[in-house]
């Protein structure tokens, strides 16, 4: 269904060329589902799309209340376990005929165990994945993505504050929200406007562990995994990699509109937990609001505000410690930031490096993208 969701969108002219393309790229870089990139870019609704794929696909679609009034005896006929596994909503029980909201309603496997476990005859309805997302937080505390469940509630409140008159208009000017999402990001040539992304709900990152001894990477290793990587998590796991063995520490964070958001990020080699859920806002003072104002790398120790205090914190560093943060730029736009912790003559003796492999980094998505298009298209 995912092959061809973009040809079949564009021969309805549910959407343009120029939306596509952009959508096959959020895709790409951060791993959202391409129906989900179009709702978030504002190229359709959630509505059209699922109303476009029930036709398609001769699938009822699943109403937005229906995902949220689930009653507890029929939510408790799916675990959480099987419900995340495969992004699905139980939502009615008719007899022994269970009503079931799903992103891809031909996953014959999903719909398969969910009958075998329930002990029903399984009606599968289509939903949005950002739908079944919200709904797998708000009725079995699966954190998922945050950035999903806020985009959610925004066409909620859109849909509540618009009166239907005829035909439902594209949603080209939705905003949305950026505090506290999380995501995934490297080096890339995207638009200025092109502000969706995040990784993929259900899909965490590869664990990883730094190398040491004889399996230290090397520059020239580097290039060819990057060159050799097959999705956005291998280019990323390479980058941290080849950081957390060449500095005490190492970090990368999303820099979106207001917030700073950690990604991933090492110290002393070992994986820095819960990084994902950090973000300072940079509306206040700290070394990302400078580096968004200036696009200039800053070399040294932190000037002691709160957001930088956190920021140390976070990263397990004292206040002592010299940083060099370097900005990842898109089209003039810091878009990310690079940080890494080492004594002040070494961090200048590396300046030059890190940002040749921020470049690599970059050439190594620009692939991925092609990859895509090419089956996506």
Known sequence: MAIKLGEMLLKEKLITPEQLDEALKCQTIFGIKLGSSLIELGSLSDEQ??????????????????????????????????????????????????TLAMADPTDFKAIDEV???????????????IRITAALSMLYQIRGDIRYIRVAGEIAQKR??????????????????????RGELLNVKIPLEFEGFASIPGHEDDLFDIP???????????????????????????FIKYLGQEFTVAALFIVRNNTAIGWRGVAEKKQIENLENFSVLLSKPSVMRDLLEN?????????????????????????????????????????????????MDALGRRL????????????????????NK????
């Open 212 to 238: 040491d001894g004889v399996e230290r990477y090397s520059v020239d290793r580097l290039s060819l995994e990057f060159a050799s990587a097959k999705n956005r998590d291998q280019i990323a796991n390479v």
């Open 49 to 98: 799309l699922c109303t476009f794929l029930s036709r398609k696909l001769g699938v009822p679609y699943a109403p937005p209340r229906a995902l949220t009034t689930v009653p507890p005896e029929v939510l408790a006929l799916v675990s959480a376990d099987i419900a995340q596994k495969f992004r699905v909503i139980p939502i009615k029980l008719d007899g022994r005929r269970l």
């Open 160 to 181: 509540k504050q618009t009166p239907r008159q005829g035909a439902e208009k594209k949603a080209e000017t939705i905003e949305i929200p950026m505090t506290g999402e």
């Open 295 to 343: 696009r200039q790398f800053v070399l040294g120790t932190l000037i002691q505000t709160p957001e930088n205090i956190q920021i140390l914190k976070a990263l397990g560093v004292n206040s002592a410690s010299t940083l060099l943060v370097l900005p990842i730029v898109m089209l003039n736009k810091v878009v990310a930031a690079v940080v890494v912790s080492a004594d």
């Open 115 to 129: 009958a075998f476990v329930s002990g029903c005859v399984v009606v599968p309805h289509i939903a949005p994945d």
């Open 374 to 377: 090419i089956l996506m298209t």
């Open 352 to 371: 030059q490096e890190l940002q040749k492999l921020v470049y690599k980094a970059s050439l190594a998505f620009e692939i991925q993208i092609l990859k």
